[in-house]
């Protein structure tokens, strides 16, 4: 799967939810967490079902952002959301293993109850703390089966925590964490998803941000406007790797996929792939033939 970009979509309106449908970027994140009052998540989580459950489906993988295992959120938060429709969760403010692996239980309890495939329900721990930092590879590692499929990093609750101002000319401040982040997820066979950039209008400065952040072995960057997707994807593009697996994948689910003929699962080079990959592969395909970047990099 692609991560280039994972865009924030505020939970708690319902025509940014709705119009989050035809947005293009591999992750649409519906937010129970920051952009979400506290006397509003009861009715944010309403409508974030409401909206994943319609007929219509989003172009993109739809996750939703809890909030945090200390919030004492958590639990309601995962009971309302975990069901058909939603393809992954990203807690934010994961310390350690230990709450990984409890949010895969309760995620593994949900899908049994709620007639789901095991482990169907992607985690996404954020790393946001001090000792999310220090325990990123365990975090990572956490949890049987390869729930885990990425880590995010939270760069201003990071800051925040460690008592420190942000200066988006000098980030030497979370140099240590931003860099050790990947290495961890990559040790841990998953990907990275880099932070936000602030300033919306700022399109050179955040292209600078995410070139920076692939250099450093990120898959991707956590966006905050619609605008900031194709710049981001421009920088982002895949890999030799993932092209050849994505061209195996239509190779072997096209006929069942496009024609009605065939198996839409099968077995390939020792993983099951199915509808899903298909869907995924042929988004890779597409943007790896999308025009590169130009020399400011913008597409």
């Known amino acids: 799967m692609l991560f280039r970009t994972l865009i924030f979509v505020p939970g708690i309106n319902p025509r940014f939810v709705e119009k989050a449908r035809a947005l293009a970027a591999d992750v649409v ?14 009715q944010a989580r309403k409508i974030i079902i409401a909206g994943a459950l319609s007929q219509q489906e989003f172009r993109a993988s739809v996750y939703v952002r809890t909030n945090s295992p200390e919030s004492g959120l958590l639990d309601a938060d995962l009971a309302a959301v975990v069901r058909p429709g939603i393809a992954g969760i990203v807690v934010p403010k994961v310390n350690d293993a230990g709450e990984v692996e409890r949010i895969a239980n309760v995620l593994s309890d949900l ?10 329900v992607a985690l996404m ?13 365990h975090i990572a590692s956490a949890a049987a089966g390869g729930r885990v499929n990425a ?13 420190m101002d942000y ?11 931003r860099a050790k982040i990947p290495v961890d997820a990559r040790a841990a066979g998953v990907a990275a998803i880099d932070a936000i950039w602030q300033k919306v209008d700022d399109t050179d400065g955040l292209v600078r941000d995410a070139a920076a952040a692939k250099k450093l072995g990120y ?10 997707i194709e710049p981001v994807h421009g920088v982002f593009r895949p ?7 994505a061209k195996k994948v239509v ?36 943007a790896s033939s999308s025009p590169p970047p130009d020399a400011g990099g913008r597409t």
């Open 29 to 42: 994140c519906l937010d129970l967490e920051d952009s979400v009052p506290a006397n509003e998540k009861e």
């Open 111 to 120: 899908e049994k109850e709620r007639g789901m495939a095991a482990g169907s």
């Open 125 to 137: 721990p954020s790393i946001e703390t001090a000792r999310g930092v220090v325990n990123a590879y």
């Open 151 to 163: 880590l995010v990093f939270g760069v201003f609750d990071f800051l925040h925590d460690m008592r």
């Open 167 to 177: 200066d988006e000319s000098d980030g030497s401040g979370y140099a240590y964490a």
């Open 219 to 228: 898959s991707g960057k956590s966006i905050i406007h619609p605008g900031q």
């Open 239 to 245: 890999t030799r790797e993932e092209i050849e697996w």
């Open 251 to 286: 190779a072997a689910l096209g006929d069942a996929a496009e024609k009605g003929t065939g198996r839409l699962a099968v077995r390939l080079e020792g993983r099951m792939v199915d509808a899903v990959h298909y869907k995924q592969a042929k988004a890779i395909l597409e």
